[in-house]
């Protein structure tokens, strides 16, 4: 996840951001933090269901392996 989340409450001056969002003072400021909150929310979720697909995968490749086994231990019979 992105460690460098940080939030600037520059002064009017700079309000404006590099992209584009601010500009109008406060009421910029937290469009521009509610936004960057959002983008890192939305990275949380897309790598907490990578590794979820990757445990769920890893869960269903021995599952299939112990039954494969099984059928063949019982085909040995």
Same mark, same amino acid.
Do not use: W
């Given at each position: 996840? =992105?460690?460098?989340?940080? #939030?600037? *409450?520059? =002064? %009017?001056?700079?309000? +404006?951001?590099?992209?584009?969002?601010? =500009?109008?003072?406060?009421?910029?400021?937290?469009?521009?933090?509610?936004?960057?909150?959002?983008?890192?929310? +939305?990275?949380? #979720? !897309?790598?907490?269901? !990578?590794?979820?697909?990757? #445990? #769920? =995968?890893?869960? %269903?490749?021995?599952? %299939? !392996? +112990?039954?494969?086994?099984?059928?063949? !231990?019982?085909?040995? *019979?």
């Amino acid at each position: 996840m =992105g460690d460098n989340c940080l #939030v600037s *409450f520059r =002064g %009017t001056d700079d309000a +404006k951001s590099a992209n584009g969002v601010g =500009g109008d003072g406060a009421k910029g400021k937290m469009k521009e933090a509610a936004q960057e909150g959002l983008k890192t929310s +939305k990275i949380a #979720v !897309e790598e907490s269901a !990578e590794s979820a697909a990757k #445990v #769920v =995968g890893g869960a %269903t490749h021995k599952t %299939t !392996e +112990k039954a494969k086994k099984s059928v063949y !231990e019982k085909d040995e *019979f």
